[in-house]
């Protein structure tokens, strides 16, 4: 039986392996710890949940922002759980492991095998979504689902000098500077580059290889998609394949590092066009308490079908930019202060509907359009610039307040203040965010990995 192909199936596969779990942790917990420690096995998570204070909104979506983009609101954005067994990176010896993540919350729609869309993003003709996890659960909530962002084996193989480290199955992009899982970004909010210009997932092989101290490259073959190799799944798709590659160098006293990576495949298996971007990364730390981080992507889609506020049933290249600046400084040993400017710019208005989850959500029932996540005819989009700014805290609050139980020392909370302004490009006014062309955030969310 396949578990990921029925909802309810799914749920009771769920259930079924968390009870096999718990059954010998209760019966055999000492025997239990000396196993997934002779057998270096790593289990973890965190719980990710916070709340936006949108003034100009009474209720509703936070326009084209995503992750927290429920206006006026709690969220539990991210329930992650985790099973890992890393490799040892040693030259002289293969090693194995490998890494599963299940995760349940509003951030699931984001890193859900989406990479096939409900319509062919070049001929508008019904596509046969990826059933890797989008529909696993939850469908009536509309905002609550489960992802399976990652599910994957690796390996370190004796190879050179260093060795390679070679991955094998669905994984998070590795690309860009932000990411995903929540206690690995220092905002609630993620940029409109990472939202909108960057992939989050792939499905295929990627292989790591450090030349020395200084450099390292890497290489991806993707598969499973029909966006250019971008949140692929398994079970769609899978002629279609492309590549990413990147090189990354550190200096000696490893202060500075620049990384560039970049992705290129045709469109999908239907289509030859071509679908890429790249990016990079500039990272230099001035002292111990501070880091500068500049982030440049471009992306590109050729002969996309554009239907937008500008473009009806035309065809042509679309391209999308941004321009992001991260400044971090710790102010003491529990608190650090954040800053990030961002200019991104969806010259065609393909990339950053509003609100985003509404457009990501929808599919095909009954020959027609239907998102589970709202009504499909508030959803605008039109080519733009995006001028965002961000501050934000980061307070390790449990340290602080001296707090001894074990479970609570890790928790991170994060107050945040954003805002966003958007100028139509080479098109008519466009007011995204409740009728206005610019809106302010005030969010409060914490992390808690254990």
Known sequence: MNCF???????????????????????????LRSFIKDNRLEWGGWIHGGATFNPSQSGGYNGPVAFADQANRFQLNQFNLYLQRSVVSETNKWDFGGRFDFMFGTDAIYTQAFGVPAFDVHSGEALQRSDWDLHICCASTRTYGIALPQAFLEAHVPIGKNGLNIKVGHFYSPTGFETFPAPDNFFYTRAYSYNAGEPFT??????????????AIMSSAITGSATGGWDGGWNRQLGNWGGIFGIAWTSDNRATSLNVTGTYSEASARSNESWGMYNMVFQHRFNPKTLLVLHHIHGFA????????????????????GVITHLYYDLTENVSLGFRGEW?????????PSPFRIAAATNVINGLPVSLAGDL??????????????????????????????????????????????DAYHAAAYRPFAGNKDQILFSLDFVLPF
Do not use: E
Not at 407 to 413: A, D, G, N, P
């Open 377 to 422: 005819a508030t959803v605008t989009i039109t080519p733009a610039d995006y001028y965002v700014t961000t501050v934000g805290i980061n307070w390790k609050a449990a340290k602080a307040l001296g707090v001894k139980w074990d479970s609570m020392k890790k928790l991170m909370i994060r107050p945040n203040i954003r805002y966003d302004r958007v």
């Open 5 to 31: 192909k029925y909802p309810f199936f799914s749920v009771i596969c769920f259930t079924l392996v968390f009870i096999f779990l718990a059954y010998p942790l209760n019966l055999h917990a000492n025997k």
């Open 202 to 215: 792939h499905t295929g092989i990627q292989a790591n290889y450090a030349i020395n101290d200084n450099w």
């Open 302 to 321: 050729d002969g996309i079908l554009l239907n937008n506020l500008k473009y009806t049933n035309v065809t042509k290249d679309a391209q999308w930019m």
């Open 344 to 352: 991104f710019r969806d010259r065609d208005g393909f990339r950053n």
